[in-house]
């Protein structure tokens, strides 16, 4: 099975080629109205891990992602960082923010 910061998946997790694929991303930024507009690619990998069962923490606001190696290898940028964090706004919109 896949793997996610260490943890089993319970489905194939989308990979950076296949994100880049189905959204036009400029200078590291989806650009694609919608749900991801503005956000890294990254941002719809993890998301769809929560979406899988597997975000590290759900504290019902804030969705908590520990980076593990495999991660890294996916999406280098995320060398350096910790966790990552992701929340839904009220207009459907997904944020996000890094930890070191």
């Known amino acids: 099975?896949?793997?996610?910061?260490?943890?089993?998946?319970?489905?194939?997790?989308?990979?950076?080629?296949?994100?880049?694929?189905?959204?036009?991303?400029?200078?590291?930024?989806?650009?694609?109205?919608?749900?991801?507009?503005?956000?890294?690619?990254y941002v719809v990998y993890f998301w769809n891990a929560y979406l899988d069962g597997c975000a590290d923490d759900d504290d019902g606001d804030v969705l908590t992602f520990d980076i593990g190696d495999d991660d890294i290898k996916e999406f280098p940028e995320l060398a350096g960082y910790k966790q990552v964090f992701l929340w839904e706004t009220d207009s459907g919109f997904v944020g996000h923010d890094l930890s070191r």
């Open 1 to 41: 099975m896949p793997y996610l910061g260490g943890i089993e998946t319970k489905g194939k997790q989308m990979t950076r080629k296949e994100i880049e694929a189905e959204y036009t991303i400029e200078d590291g930024v989806i650009q694609n109205l919608g749900k991801f507009e503005n956000e890294p690619a």
